[in-house]
């Protein structure tokens, strides 16, 4: 069933939100990073311990930086499907996105069936094969 208006002025709202709350996160996580950059120099003659926790706390920081930056990039993609008009559509088969799916996932780009088809496939090729 495809999407009515008012399911996709909600899911839009949902993004919107969820836009302004990862780029707050992501200012945070990146203020963290510098401040500990900063203590990081300024402590030049502290031991070594010390130093790699520091190092350790900044990739954190980075690390979620970076997760927070990638949901924001599949945020960004779906506001810009709303704007087009192809939200909701499947990416694989074209067919409609379940509206409960999208209530879970607003950034999701494929109906359940293609989604684990297409995970079951990433799957294998991530296996060896030996
Ligand atoms: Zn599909």
Redesign the pocket.
Known sequence: MELSHDQIKELEAVLLARRKALNAEVNEHLQQTSAQRLEGSENTVGDVGDESVAHMMTDLSLAEATRDINELRDVEAALQRIAEGGYGE?L??G?DIDHARLMAYPTAT??V??QSQHEKTYATQGMPSL
């Open positions: 499947c694989d088969c067919g494929r109906c069936t293609c």
